[in-house]
């Protein structure tokens, strides 16, 4: 199988270094930066969260420009939602009529509402949070997409080495709900490559449950600078927490993503991952664009669409806007 992992940080990096060190797929990178040059130099490194290495020195041929790899069998996204528009407007020279593109990236993805059951015309126009204009859903057509939720926790030692902490969960699935066959074949290559796969009939739903928890654990943490079990430990702030998770929990019966849980449920879940930085305070440590849009801003505007009133969700968006805006780390036109 051709294989390019486009965005090869600390998920993409991880996914594309377990799959280049079986030496049973032609696998390549599309890169920037100093990312790029030690992919080139160096192939893909990963190591555990102690140090060990995993994964050393896998020959990768890296690239900045798609247009030097051809069509793909499959290509895993795996950038940071700001970057996704940069994406697609230079991703199609990756694909042909039957190439796969499955994002690894956190929140509510750009194809998320189309043609959701349930949700009928509401769903017809682009999610301008995530896909301002459409552009993304015109790029990369919903017939190449295969969902994935990614259960990992990685992270960037140095441009082109990733160190994995803990995780190994990828579950995947067609945006419509069957387990097709092409799903069936990429579990496989993944499985194969050592990651705990699931095929889901309800891949939708498995977005907005691991969605559900993101939501403020993310940016809660990058404004406190708090880890999982300091938030944890205070019980206004928690209850703050919660209250966001019942609006979104409210928007998921809305549009078919029902959640079976209280927030406190899921709080005891969480709390299991100890004192944990979450992806958006590592971000902010590093002076990263906060993915603030994917994981916030589009329940805000799917509740909108919906008509559930989100005054939690709201507060907090304002909140880990205007601080990131103070940062710049998210952009002033928002």
Not at 45 to 60: I, K, S
Not at 107 to 121: A, E, H, I, S
């Amino acid at each position: 199988m051709k294989i390019c992992i486009y965005g090869a940080g600390a998920i993409g990096g991880f996914i594309g270094a377990r799959l280049a060190s079986l030496g049973a797929h032609e696998v390549s990178a599309v890169a920037r930066g100093d990312t790029l040059l030690a992919l080139q130099a160096r192939g893909f490194n990963l190591q555990d969260a102690q140090g060990r290495v995993l994964v050393d020195a896998t020959p990768v041929r890296a690239v900045a420009d798609p247009a030097e790899l051809g069509p793909q069998d499959l290509v895993v996204v795996a950038v940071k939602g700001p970057a996704m528009g940069a994406v697609a407007a230079n991703i199609a020279p990756l694909l042909g009529p039957h190439t796969i593109v499955l994002p690894a990236m956190n929140g509510v993805p750009w194809w998320f509402l189309q043609g959701l059951p349930g949700v009928g015309d509401l769903g017809k126009a682009p999610l301008e949070s995530v896909d301002p204009g459409g552009r993304i859903a015109a790029a990369i057509a919903l017939s190449h997409v295969v969902g994935c939720v990614v259960h990992a926790s990685t992270f960037t030692v140095v441009p082109g080495v990733v160190g994995h902490k803990m995780g190994q969960g990828l579950i995947i699935g067609e945006a419509f709900g069957e387990v097709s066959p092409r799903v069936e074949a990429v579990a496989e290559v993944l499985r194969s490559a050592g990651f705990d796969v699931t095929a889901s009939p309800h891949l939708r739903q498995d977005l907005w449950y691991k969605l559900w928890g993101n939501l403020t654990m993310n940016p809660v943490s990058a404004l406190t600078g708090a880890n999982i079990e300091q938030i944890h430990a205070d019980p206004l702030l928690l209850g703050f927490c919660s209250a966001a998770m019942r609006e979104a929990q409210a928007i998921g019966e809305r549009i078919g993503c029902p959640i079976n849980q209280t927030p406190e449920d899921r709080h005891q879940v969480t709390a299991k991952l100890g004192a944990f930085k979450t992806s958006m305070l590592q971000d902010v440590e590093a002076g990263r664009a906060l993915e603030l849009d994917a994981i916030v801003t589009a329940v805000r505007e799917i509740g909108l669409r919906v008509g559930v009133a989100t005054p939690t969700i709201d507060g907090l968006l304002g909140l880990s806007r205007v601080f990131a805006r103070q940062r710049g780390l998210y952009p002033l036109a928002n």
